[in-house]
Nanobody
Framework: QVQLVESGGGLVQAGGSLRLSCAVS????????MGWFRQAPGKEREFVAA????????DYADSVKGRFTISRGSARNTVSLQMNSLKPEDTAVYYC??????????????WGQGTQVAVSS
């Protein structure tokens, strides 16, 4: 059974930092692209960042460029999202996702359960 498990969410003040991690089990995802998405209350899920299997390609939503950094672990079965200079509008449930194809939309095949990030003003 394939599982993606996010961790690292929490409550932080505006301007602070958090690091989210996603661990993949049940299958080797070394050749899979991975992405981060988020969904705020009352809003649709939106793309945050993506990274190719080789980590050569990355993409970011305009709203997080320069503040968030996506990276893969050496074993490529983990992906992290370093979030700096957090803003209240970053408050959302954050999801990691994986797929053989690199997407910047929510077409990913596998999804985690999400981790809550709350940024206070």
């Amino acid at each position: 059974q394939v599982q993606l498990v996010e961790s690292g969410g929490g409550l932080v003040q505006a301007g602070g930092s958090l690091r989210l991690s996603c661990a993949v089990s049940g299958r080797t995802f070394a050749s899979y692209a991975m992405g981060w998405f988020r969904q705020a209350p009352g809003k649709e899920r939106e793309f945050v960042a993506a990274i190719s299997w080789s980590a050569v390609s990355t993409d970011y939503a305009d709203s997080v460029k320069g503040r968030f950094t996506i990276s893969r672990g050496s074993a490529r079965n983990t992906v992290s999202l370093q979030m700096n200079s957090l803003k209240p509008e970053d408050t959302a449930v954050y999801y990691c996702a994986a797929d053989p194809t690199y997407y910047t939309t929510d077409r990913y095949r596998y999804w985690g359960q999400g981790t809550q990030v709350a940024v206070s003003s």
